[in-house]
T-cell receptor, first 111, second 114 residues
């Protein structure tokens, strides 16, 4: 158990819908990272937040957004969902510039 | 970040040592070598990391060559639960926030056989 929690574990929705994925980092970790893993693909970095501020962006679509709240939990919002957005979404946390510890992921299925 | 090269797959007998190689010939002086593994669709699990000295923890040992162009992850007594995809990642711990994302390759699929 890494100490990082993600909810929900599974999410099934339809094209065009909007969903919110939630991540609670390990106690004391100020950094949260979001990654996307499509079927049989490697992980792709989406976005990094540190103590409430966006610090780096990767291959994140404009339809996707994220935020980190004062209690340090983070949410990834995915809107206007397409079939190709079906994937595993992982968050990771770290104290900052340090080893990242991953949550169990949210499996999103868009029908 | 430097690129890494790993064999796509490897087999190892249960109870034997599993030695997973990684080539990172373009690694920079401030880049660490990190190893993670992912057991079927679970969240990646941190294993170990190092800069230039060999490292050991309760999970594995990391051997980095003197020129730092390659490394080997050693699982000393592999069990069936070690079957996973193993990722070797090089990453700088500098001051630019853009450096802290992890760049994932295809990894090595390690299959432990009974």
């Amino acid at each position: 158990d890494s100490g990082v929690t993600q909810t929900p574990k599974h999410l099934i929705t339809a094209t065009g819908q909007r969903v919110t994925l939630r991540c609670s980092p390990r106690s004391g970790d100020l950094s949260v990272y979001w990654y996307q893993q499509s079927l049989d693909q490697g992980l792709q970095f989406l976005i990094h937040y540190y103590n409430g501020e966006e610090r780096a962006k990767g291959n994140i679509l404009e339809r996707f957004s994220a935020q980190q709240f004062p209690d340090l939990h983070s949410e990834l919002n995915l809107s206007s969902l397409e079939l190709g957005d079906s994937a595993l979404y992982f968050c990771a946390s770290s104290p900052h510039r340090d080893t990242q510890y991953f949550g169990p992921g949210t499996r999103l299925t868009v029908l | 970040d430097a690129k890494t090269t790993q064999p796509p797959s490897m087999d190892c007998a249960e109870g034997r040592a599993a030695n997973l190689p990684c080539n990172h010939s373009t690694i920079s002086g401030n880049e660490y070598v990190y190893w993670y593994r992912q057991i079927h669709s679970q969240g990646p699990q941190y294993i170990i990391h190092g800069l230039k000295n060999n490292e050991t923890n309760e999970m594995a040992s990391l051997i980095i060559t003197e020129d730092r162009k390659s490394s080997t992850l050693i699982l000393p007594h592999a069990t069936l639960r070690d079957t996973a995809v193993y990722y070797c990642i090089v990453r700088a711990l500098g001051v630019k926030d853009s450096n802290y994302q992890l760049i994932w390759g295809a990894g090595t699929k390690l299959i432990i056989k009974p």
